[in-house]
């Protein structure tokens, strides 16, 4: 069983205009901020893996980094604009939310380079970079894991906003991977109800909608929503006992590592290789290559930690051979064969 299942894609950046004119620094002066949504820097998640990321770019190169954590999203002009007044190299923006913003700003500073987390850039800006996944294949991965582990029959996902669609790929490639390993599984699953202000800041209600799952006979539950999903996989860990194992499944990151409370039902987490994705592009940036456009990072499933040695093996040698054949793109992250046409050469 490979230690980490990671679909290696193949980055796609468009063949947009480089920055223009960027200025030559001293490497000491190389700065880097970034800017959350209403999430908080240490969420444990997908803000945390952003930062993470950060930080460990500008130690790379030379440079120095900081953030600022945004509490309403009328704020996300100015909180950019903060770091673009005070000659910073790069911006980080993190979330789908803060897209528009973070074009517009773009246009306005054109020598800074900013790179959107969750951001899909329909159109080429010259200096903005959407650092995008292919969440379905993940969530796909997370689907069979969890089929394969259910014993009732029943799988869950408690999830943030249908707004956000990382969130929506995320659900479908679970509810597809769950149907491809066994198409009479029942999945129930949930979206926050509320907007983007509250949807993945919201533990209680990720904590009740994963009770009630558990109560409706769920034995698997994928937390897929920042502190909202950290509530639903907590939930679980709580209601598992050795009589009625439970198991979860949590996102973004290993959440193993940053989410302890879950260890007694977290079998896996279903990960974008975020820290790793913005450290790619501060390279490219710091090599003169960086263009505007899309960057597709990584994904794959976390270690099983403490689960290693109780999932057997057949079922860790089927989710390496499903990674191998979504990363070939002979299978669809909606659980369908690719034609022999649509299939890449290996």
Not at 99 to 117: N, S
């Amino acid at each position: 069983m490979k230690r980490l299942l990671i679909l290696a894609l193949v980055v796609l950046m468009s063949l947009g205009v480089g920055i223009a004119n960027k200025p030559v620094r001293a490497q000491d002066e190389f700065k880097i901020g970034l800017v959350t949504d209403v999430g908080e820097v240490d969420d444990r998640s997908f803000n945390q893996s952003a930062w993470e990321g950060t930080q460990a770019a500008a130690e790379e190169y030379g440079g120095t980094a900081d953030y600022i954590e945004t509490k309403a999203p009328e704020d996300y002009a100015t909180n950019i604009a903060t770091f673009a007044e005070n000659d910073y190299d790069i911006i980080v923006t993190v979330g789908f939310a803060l897209g528009t913003a973070t074009v517009e700003a773009a246009k306005t500073y054109p020598d800074i380079l900013f790179i959107g987390v969750d951001q899909f850039q329909a159109e080429t800006v010259p200096n903005v970079v959407g650092l995008i996944f292919p969440e379905a294949k993940a969530g796909f991965l997370a689907g069979v894991l969890a089929a394969r582990l259910s014993t009732s029959g029943t799988i869950a996902a408690v999830l943030g906003t249908d707004q956000v669609p990382p969130v929506v790929a995320f659900k479908e490639g679970y509810e597809a991977g769950a149907k491809y390993a066994n198409p009479d599984i029942k999945v129930i699953s949930t979206y926050h109800p509320g907007g983007l202000d509250i949807a993945f800041v919201d533990p209680e209600w990720g904590a009740t909608t994963a009770a009630q799952a558990i109560d409706q006979g769920a034995d698997v539950i994928f937390g897929a929503g920042g502190k909202t999903g950290n509530g639903a996989l907590q939930e679980v860990a709580k209601r598992s006992t050795t009589e009625k194992p439970l198991y979860c499944i949590g996102v973004d990151t290993d959440q193993w590592e940053t989410v302890p409370e879950a260890h007694p039902c977290l079998v896996s987490s279903a990960m974008k290789l975020i820290s790793k994705g913005v450290g790619d592009i501060v390279g490219l940036y710091h090599d003169d290559k960086a263009e505007g456009g899309n960057f597709v990072g990584d994904v794959g499933l976390a270690p099983f930690h403490d689960f290693e040695a109780s999932i057997a093996d057949a079922i860790k040698t089927e989710l390496d051979s499903t990674a191998e054949m979504l990363l070939s793109g002979a299978l669809n992250p909606d659980g369908t064969m690719a034609t022999p046409e649509a299939t890449p050469a290996q």
